[in-house]
């Protein structure tokens, strides 16, 4: 049985084996790129990966002049010599709703040190944020001269050391094709066997990662909500994950057990800002949804107003239709509506099942079958299909599956020192399909391994997590000639070691 009680924050004896190497090397990389002199302050980058990923206790944030805030979306990650995050949007306490960018420096001076008062590239600054405040700033805040500045040192979800560990550092740096990474070289030394069990040792470092943090939310929320948070956030795709995770983190509002798929869709899509008003040009079908859809949400939307998000809050430019937010919140509306749903995702783990039923098992689980509306149409004003379509197909399922069912699966069996049901979220992880492909794979698939094939292992989906994970802790943190990396040194070392001991 799963432990259903959120874990402790005591320590408990750890249920995993003795770290693999790659372990090991990659610790020592993360503290080294993400932790500054002293170990109780962090690096610059680290500090834009916990706004971006949003590692806060998101209900207590306060402005350094002490004013409440909400927020909403953390915006866009931005390179280049503007503020590191476009588009971000904040709730303050009067209700008041902001759209602008935000800067992150890790010392509350940067902001005069660095010149932004001055640079009219970041005049729509809406909210600087730092690792620690200083008087001075809050009376420059109070005043309106400089914009609001955010403390995060007492707001972190969970220990700075902890985060350098777990967090995603920023997106891979855009590098010419033909130019390898130095470890390439060494890699195709290694035996099939050996780079296979690298790439598996860095996935399950990665799956290990997004296990602890279910840990880290599940001791604020509960299991199940962090789920439905998990869930959420994965649905939102690439652009659109804060708003879904917003929605997700009020479900106790929203959510109740009578509400039957029609209300919940009704709700989420009337609070998301996405339930058309003008039904003029739909489909005569879509049309009498929407009408049908708008006469539950008319009972329920002042009761829900404080959960409501301005539809420009969401990112539907050049969104593929399958990926479009109203289609991913029609489906987790299915999921909801069943009392018993996350109780058979328990059920599912424990079963026995063979690799090549893993996924046709779970989807037994997470496809809800035949929708009247959504399986004909993709979004609310497109024209009808010529076939068919589920609301969730394998690839999509594969990604939910790696990235959310599997960590949190494995997390519980962890909390719960579960030591078999822990090795048996791993086995599956391992064996697990492959998902989308992506721009990160793509680089990867040429810098790391020159177009190496593995004879059909990038079928796997935890060789897709492996080589994402060692893009991030490596490849990020270098520039194009791989300088400072220290990876291709821990592979040599490795390799004449094996040598050797021959």
Known sequence: ??????????????????????????????????????????????????????????????????????????????????????????????????????????????????????????????LHVVWESSSRVVVQSATGSDPPVLAVREYLDAALDELALWLDRGEAATWPENLRGACYGLLTKLPLEQLVALLQAAALARMEAKAVQFQHRARQVGWEQALWEGLFHALGYKHNTWPMRWLAERKARWWDQEADVTCLQARLLGMSGLLPVDTHGMVTELSTFARRLWDVWWRDRDALEDCCLPRRAWHLHAVRPANHPERRLALAAHWLARPQWIRLLESWITREVPASALLPSLMEIMNPGPDPIWSRYWTLRSAGKSQPQGLIGRAHLSELALNVILPWLGARARSSNHLDLWRKVQERYLAWPAAHDHAVLRMARQRILGGRLLRGLLHRGAIQQGLVQITRDFCDHADARCTGCVFPAGLASRIAASESAL
């Open 1 to 126: 049985m799963l432990d259903r009680h959120p874990p402790t924050s005591h320590k408990r004896k750890a249920v995993s084996d003795t770290p693999h190497w790659y372990l090991q090397l990659r610790g020592h990389a993360t503290r080294i790129w993400s932790l500054n002199d002293g170990p109780n302050q962090p690096s610059e980058r680290l500090l834009q990966a916990v706004w971006l990923h949003q590692r806060l206790l998101r209900d207590r944030l306060r402005t350094a002049d002490g004013r409440r805030l909400e927020v909403i979306h953390p915006g866009f990650p931005q390179a280049g010599g503007g503020p590191d995050f476009q588009n971000a949007l904040v709730r303050w306490e009067d209700g008041s709703l902001i759209s602008g960018d935000v800067e992150v420096d890790v010392q509350s001076h940067g902001w005069r040190a660095h010149g932004h008062a001055q640079n009219p590239r970041f005049a729509h600054v809406i």
